[in-house]
């Protein structure tokens, strides 16, 4: 599962499906975005292609992480 958090419980949801249960990974924001303070943060805010193509890779490439996520 790839998570990608944007606002409130989201970012709670991510870190019980990246770290507790370690079955996905993250790509998007690492810090909390409060409703109405998107503007500070710019382009920032916007997740990179090759983030993508990089957590794809992680959840249907090969190797012990996916065998572990599969379990």
């Known amino acids: 599962m ?3 958090p944007l606002f409130v419980e989201q970012f709670f ?3 019980l ?3 507790v249960l370690e079955v996905g ?3 998007g924001f690492e810090v909390v975005i409060h409703l ?3 503007e500070k943060f ?3 805010m916007m997740v990179q292609r ?3 193509e990089e957590a794809i890779d992680m959840v249907m490439g090969e190797g012990e ?3 572990k996520r599969k379990e």
């Open 50 to 52: 090759e983030n993508v």
């Open 36 to 38: 109405g303070e998107e």
């Open 25 to 27: 990974v993250t790509v």
């Open 13 to 15: 949801n991510e870190k």
């Open 2 to 4: 790839i998570t990608w």
């Open 65 to 67: 992480e996916k065998e």
């Open 17 to 19: 499906i990246v770290q």
């Open 42 to 44: 710019g382009i920032g």
